[in-house]
């Protein structure tokens, strides 16, 4: 209980933050496969399946409600004071993230011309979705408390794409949000309603729809890619990581005050190296973990 519990909580910190995904944290700490197979047997499973699977991610689930809830408390305050010391810290988690996750799959890197197609497509997506964000830079930011369709199929959608994202051992959700220039808006708006302000209720209610619509219709289809089509998968998941950076630098333009892209006068080293401090921790915890469950 308490190792899941821990799980949990490294794969809250990561979901609430603009970098690595839960599903990162979960391919770092060695479980990804039992994460991603118990997502599946809840949806498709037998009945004891299902059982196995429920007992397993309501284990994690304690942690994540926990690190999310705690993350949210204190990243709502300081995002914007903060967000070239953050966006460093995001970087640092990428990119020490990268090696790892070449060194865990080397025998899924299968060069040819679909990964190498794969790899290029996963760059290029991240880099178009930031580039062409229909949000980013807005002067007013996203009012999530005034709602009309646009605002409702764009979150819905962003929604689904963040959990999607999650899942997999790459890009994080929340990197996906903040391309979509969402991220500050849902942790403010999530901050809100645990502060009793429930004028936020009805978008973070489409959100969570969009969430529960992303995991049933595609962890299967994620799966199910892993296991027909791993080297494409990864060398998609690497270029989203690598994509990934450019969203980053960008992302202070995403505040509902835009600020500046991260640049060399603004990158924090300090920051940078805590991030990969973090990463290789993770890496630490996984052979504790591993040595555990032996």
Same mark, same amino acid.
């Given at each position: 209980m308490v190792l899941n519990f821990i799980r949990g909580f490294c794969m809250a910190l990561a979901d609430s933050v603009p970098g690595v995904?839960?599903?990162?944290?979960?391919?770092?700490?060695?479980?990804?496969?039992?994460? *991603?197979?118990?997502?599946?047997? @809840?949806?498709? =499973?037998?009945?004891?399946?299902? #059982?196995?699977?429920? &007992?397993?991610?309501? !284990?994690?689930?304690?942690?994540?409600?926990?690190?999310?809830?705690?993350?949210?408390?204190?990243l709502a305050n300081i995002f914007d004071t903060y *967000?070239?010391?953050?966006?460093? @810290?995001?970087? =640092?988690?990428?990119?020490?993230? #990268?090696?790892?996750? &070449?060194?865990?799959? !080397?025998?899924?890197?299968?060069?040819?011309?679909?990964?190498?197609?794969?790899f290029i497509g996963g760059v290029a997506l991240v880099a178009?979705?930031?580039?062409?964000?229909?949000?980013?830079?807005?002067?007013?930011?996203?009012?999530?408390?005034?709602?009309? &369709?646009?605002?409702?199929?764009?979150?819905?959608?962003?929604?689904?794409?963040?959990?999607?994202?999650?899942?997999?051992?790459?890009?994080?959700?929340s990197t996906l949000l903040l391309i979509f220039g969402l991220y500050v808006p849902i942790i403010s708006a999530i901050k809100a309603v645990m502060g009793f302000d429930l004028s936020y209720i009805p978008i973070l209610f489409v959100f969570g729809l969009g969430i529960i619509t992303g995991v049933v219709t595609v962890v299967r289809l994620i799966k199910w890619a892993l296991d027909k089509h791993r080297p494409i998968m990864i060398f998609l998941i690497i270029g989203m990581m690598i994509g990934s950076f450019y969203a980053i630098v960008m992302?202070?333009?995403?505040?509902?005050?835009?600020?500046?892209?991260?640049?060399?006068?603004?990158?924090?080293?300090?920051w940078f190296v805590v991030g990969g401090a973090i990463i290789f921790g993770l890496q630490k915890m996984k052979t504790m973990t591993t040595k555990e469950e032996a």
């Open positions: 995904s839960g599903g990162t944290i979960a391919f770092l700490l060695g479980f990804y496969d039992k994460f *991603i197979g118990s997502l599946d047997a @809840l949806i498709a =499973g037998n009945k004891q399946e299902k #059982i196995d699977a429920i &007992i397993f991610l309501l !284990k994690l689930g304690v942690g994540w409600v926990i690190g999310f809830l705690s993350a949210v408390s204190v *967000i070239y010391q953050i966006s460093s @810290l995001f970087i =640092g988690f990428i990119l020490f993230a #990268i090696p790892i996750v &070449i060194k865990e799959e !080397k025998e899924s890197l299968i060069f040819n011309w679909k990964t190498i197609l794969s178009f979705i930031t580039y062409f964000n229909p949000v980013s830079g807005s002067e007013s930011g996203v009012n999530l408390a005034q709602l009309d &369709i646009s605002l409702i199929l764009y979150v819905f959608v962003a929604a689904m794409c963040a959990i999607s994202a999650m899942v997999l051992p790459g890009i994080s959700g992302g202070p333009q995403t505040l509902a005050t835009p600020k500046p892209p991260l640049s060399i006068d603004t990158f924090s080293i300090i």
